[in-house]
């Protein structure tokens, strides 16, 4: 779990009496836009740990993940106003978080490296749902191994795909691919993956 405080925003009553849980994205986008800090408070505890993991596996440094974080909280909440209307809030929080902590990486190591150069580093859990119906335990090693052995960019669409569950435009958006190119790469991970595990059935589900 984020080992970190809560987003410190201070609160109106017009959410205080509910579960946090019990109100979609839009509904809670659509107050904060209007100035209701409580709304925007609750986005954030949300979608954290979530972004937080993402972050962790793109640099694995607390510090600069945590910063981005609040800074990506506190942008939104000072540009309130003018910031855009949405359809899916997930996608656009990851899309702006993952901007912010590729410019603070590319900031600290001082190299002009282009997006997608930058480090996106990927452990897959024993745990995960990626795993857990299709193989033993004795092949998680040799599938740790095998996600190790893809590229960045694979490795980036399998996290969002099948840990965060976000959807083929989502992840377009996010990585600023075309749909297409995105499901294309999902699938031709899929089945390198299928392949070097010697799996006959599909590894993971495509729909």
């Known amino acids: ?18 579960k946090e849980g019990s109100f979609k994205d839009a509904v809670l986008w659509d107050s904060f836009k209007k100035g209701n800090e409580l709304a925007l408070s609750i986005l954030y505890k949300k979608h954290v740990q979530r972004l937080y993991d993402y972050g962790m596996h793109t640099c694995r440094d607390h510090d600069m993940v945590f910063d981005c974080l609040q800074e990506l909280f506190l942008r939104l909440w000072s540009k309130r106003e003018t910031v855009s209307n949405i359809d899916s809030v997930k996608p656009y929080l990851f ?46 090693k040799k599938l740790k191994a095998c996600i190790q052995s893809l590229t960045k960019g694979q490795r980036e669409v399998i996290y969002l795909k099948f840990f965060n569950e ?11 691919m075309q749909v297409d190119s995105v499901y294309n790469l999902v699938s031709k991970t899929i089945e390198l993956l299928r392949k070097k595990l010697q799996i006959t059935k599909p590894l993971i589900p495509l729909s």
């Open 166 to 176: 976000l959807t083929y435009p989502e992840i377009a958006e996010i990585t600023e």
């Open 95 to 140: 899309k702006s978080f993952r901007r912010l902590l590729i410019h603070q990486i590319i900031e600290k190591r001082r190299l002009s490296l282009r997006v997608e150069e930058a480090a996106f580093e990927f452990t897959p859990s024993i745990e995960s749902t990626l795993i857990e119906d299709e193989l033993k335990a004795e092949q998680n």
């Open 1 to 18: 779990m984020l080992a970190t405080s809560d987003f410190d925003l201070p609160k109106s009553n017009d959410f205080s009496s509910a």
